[in-house]
């Protein structure tokens, strides 16, 4: 049984950092691309960033460029992600997916398994 379980996740204030976790078991950690995404309060989910298998390649949403790191270490099923200069607009539900293969989407429909969500909210 695959299971993503994110943590990390609270209450900070603008300016602030965070760093979300999410370790999964269940599957061949290094044959996923593994992503992030987020959904704000009456808002659709959105891709924030993903990181190939080898951790060679990274993506990120145009919003997070710059303030949010992607990583993981296979070595520990984990994939990590560092969010620094928090904005009240980054509050949202955290979620943390798994893509098998080799390459990388930003759409949410073609990740295979999902994390239950980690929630970050950034006050002003």
């Known amino acids: 049984q695959v299971q993503l379980v994110e943590s990390g996740g609270g209450l900070v204030q603008a300016g602030g950092s965070l760093r979300l976790s999410c370790a999964a078991s269940g599957l061949t950690f290094s044959s996923y691309t593994m992503g992030w995404f987020r959904q704000a309060p009456g808002k659709e989910r959105e891709f924030v960033a993903c990181?190939?298998?080898?951790?060679?390649?990274?993506y990120y949403a145009d919003s997070v460029k710059g303030r949010l790191t992607i990583s993981r270490d296979n070595a520990k099923n984990t994939v990590y992600l560092q969010m620094n200069s928090l904005k009240p607009d980054d509050t949202a539900v955290y979620y943390c997916?798994?893509?098998?293969?080799?390459?990388?989407?930003?759409?949410?429909?073609?990740?295979?398994?999902w994390g239950q969500g980690t929630q970050v909210t950034v006050s002003s």
């Open positions: 997916a798994a893509l098998y293969g080799l390459g990388y989407s930003t759409k949410e429909y073609q990740y295979n398994y």
């Open positions: 990181i190939t298998w080898t951790g060679g390649s990274t």
